[in-house]
């Protein structure tokens, strides 16, 4: 069993910076992926940014340019660094590790971007 505890999130103006924290326990062998996804209300949930173990990234198109993900192999943590937050930013994220069959999932914190 894999676990995933989130911190971070909230309220940020327009422009602003924040990072979330996923922190992993358990039986993390195996894990080939981590990543971010976000939701908001009424849409459907979308792959913001994804590292694999060797530590190769992949960012949505949105997001190009203005988020960092970052993985901390030794201590089982991934960052995600926001950078230049816009309003279409404001969503649930939620942390996520892939393997071949199982898939976790954080709990999830809320990034308001906002005036």
């Known amino acids: 069993q894999v676990r995933l505890v989130q911190s971070g999130g909230g309220l940020v103006q327009p422009g602003g910076s924040l990072r979330l924290s996923c922190a992993a326990s358990g039986s993390i062998f195996g894990i080939y992926a981590m990543g971010w996804y976000r939701q908001a209300p009424g849409k459907q949930r979308e792959l913001v940014a994804a590292?694999?173990?060797?530590?190769?990234?992949n960012y949505a198109d949105s997001v190009k340019g203005r988020f960092t993900i970052s993985r901390d192999n030794a201590k089982n943590m991934v960052y995600l660094q926001m950078n230049s937050l816009k309003p279409e930013d404001t969503a649930v994220y939620y942390c996520?590790?892939?393997?071949?069959?199982?898939?976790?999932w954080g709990q999830g914190t809320q990034v308001t971007v906002s005036s």
């Open positions: 996520n590790a892939d393997r071949v069959v199982t898939t976790y």
């Open positions: 590292i694999t173990s060797g530590g190769s990234t």
